[in-house]
């Protein structure tokens, strides 16, 4: 005998032509995203990463540690998360040693008055994925320009080269002590 949830079962045991054919029909809509490693993120994180502008890219190499203030825009699913910088920089010269970043985004600017108990901080675990074609490389310049429109200058010199970091792990700290954690495949 099989029980289902009531809110999830369109079919009742009557028939149990339909409930198998209910359960094939779903399998796909269900095993898909998440063999494609497309199983939704928690909203307050998406939110937190979109309404943000800046974050604090950490870059390392021979095992020193340096971070810097960087103006990002994330891709739809915030699994990729671009930034733009000269090639003659120390953070760039890092990541082409070391292509593995820490990157934290938090909400001092958006969030609620009380800084302490409201501040939500994210911690992202990614790596620097170098390389891409023109088209791809103009549409996130574009999508820089269009949040950033003060850095205009900056992201349409063409000594700025594209950052991609895709996203691996997220920790989120909702407060000082309520933490939550996601891999991301
Ligand atoms: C609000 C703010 C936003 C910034 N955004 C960027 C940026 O998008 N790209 C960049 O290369 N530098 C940006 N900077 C400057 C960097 O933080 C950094 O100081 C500079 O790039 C020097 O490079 P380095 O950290 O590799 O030595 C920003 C600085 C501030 C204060």
Redo the contacts with the bound molecule.
Sequence with gaps: MIYLNNSTCMFTAKNPLNLLNTFVLQLPQIFYPIMKGAVDMRGDIKKLIQENH?CVLATVSEGEP?C????YVADEDCREIY????KD????RNLAANPSVSLLIDSRETGGKDKKAETKALTVTGTFQDGMDEQRRMAVRKALLDRHPG?NEFFADPAAEIIVVKVKALQLLDGITDAYFEKVS
Excluded: D, I, Q
């Design positions: 800046v340096h810097s203030l960087m103006s930034m733009a910088t000269h920089t120390k953070k760039y850095l």
